[in-house]
């Protein structure tokens, strides 16, 4: 679902929804120095690869820091940055953090699926392989540069377009809102649990959320009748899905779970996950799936 849009504002309302989910000491800055700059994009991926970074940079500043977004306009003439880049008008994107860096031995893994210097049940080493992916899936490239004791920024080049922009707000206006009703999310994703909950909040839900099986038991089971909905990932660490759609619906029959898988469902899998979840969602997915989804569950 690629569109043409600004980035410009769109990062700036990024930097301040992604703000409200940082601990106090870390302090997020954004600075551009393009007025207006059109991509064509899918804003819900590369939400998704800003998150990942944030979280990442966050991760490394145990003790508090600095988060700079910047944005600048390249023009590649002959001296390209990458012989398979075009030449013509790109947009950098910085991410830049005053964490812990990255040592020498470890950055040439980072973009590796799975790698992770974190520990066991804290990093499943997916968030910048997902990132290099969608930065690929949109004819882009990603590096990065780090010093150990310093500081890492990450830079993402996308091509610029010429073609105008449908702003972001008014281009669908058919997305189904809530009525405020209660949505429980379980997530063990950070980065998805926090654009879930933004996106929910968007669309006039409230989100609460857990990142365990475990921890999404206990709450249910002590708030079952606040909740008029779940959202729940079908792979979790501590109990997988189904088994968690099940323990759920013994606790409140009525309530509608709706399952999201991280991979892409071949039919059968498909017909079985529904025997189980009242709907089903695919990663990533885009703030009109996900309020259809809830749409289609909520009956009122
Ligand atoms: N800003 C950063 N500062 C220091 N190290 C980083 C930074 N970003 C990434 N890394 C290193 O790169 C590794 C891989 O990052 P990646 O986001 O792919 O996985 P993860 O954060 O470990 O796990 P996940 O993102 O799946 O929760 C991290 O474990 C960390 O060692
Ligand atoms: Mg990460």
Redesign the pocket.
């Known amino acids: 679902e690629k569109t043409v849009f600004d980035l410009i504002p769109f990062m700036k309302e990024f930097v301040k929804f992604i703000s409200r989910t940082l601990p106090e000491n870390i302090k997020i800055d954004f600075e551009t120095t393009v007025k207006r700059c059109n991509i064509k994009a899918d804003p819900t991926k590369i939400q998704q690869v800003l998150a990942?970074?944030i979280?990442?940079?966050r991760?490394?500043m145990p003790e508090g820091g600095q988060i700079l977004l910047s944005t600048r306009e390249k023009y590649i003439v002959d001296e390209k940055p990458y012989s398979e880049m075009s030449t013509g008008r790109w947009v950098e994107i910085m991410v830049k953090?005053t964490?812990?860096?990255?040592p020498r031995d470890?950055l040439p893994h980072?973009?590796e699926p799975f790698?992770?210097?974190?520990g066991v049940g804290?990093?499943?080493?997916?968030?910048?392989?997902q990132a290099y992916g969608i930065v690929k899936q949109h004819e882009g490239f990603i590096e990065v540069k780090?010093k150990e004791g310093e500081g890492?920024t990450?830079y993402i080049y996308l091509p610029i377009v010429d073609a105008e922009a449908v702003p972001l707000t008014t281009r669908e206006p058919a997305i189904p809102q809530g009525k405020g009703q209660k949505v429980l999310v379980i997530e063990d994703?950070?980065?998805v649990r926090v654009l879930t909950i933004n996106l929910l909040n968007e669309l006039n839900y409230h989100a609460e959320a857990a990142s365990t099986a475990r921890e999404a038991l206990a709450l249910f089971e002590h708030k079952r009748d606040e909740f008029d909905i779940v959202i729940c990932d079908l792979v979790m660490p501590d109990l997988n899905g189904i088994d968690l759609s099940k323990r759920i619906k013994e606790l409140k029959p009525s309530i509608p779970v709706i399952g999201v898988s991280g991979y892409p469902l071949i039919d059968e899998d498909k017909k079985t996950i529904l025997k189980h979840f009242d709907n089903f969602l695919q990663k990533p997915f885009s703030i009109k799936a996900l309020a259809e989804a809830l749409r289609d569950c909520i009956k009122d």
């Open positions: 990942n970074l979280v990442n940079a991760d490394a953090d964490g812990t860096g990255i470890v980072i973009f790698f992770t210097t974190k804290k990093g499943t080493g997916l968030g910048l392989s780090s890492t990450f994703d950070e980065s």
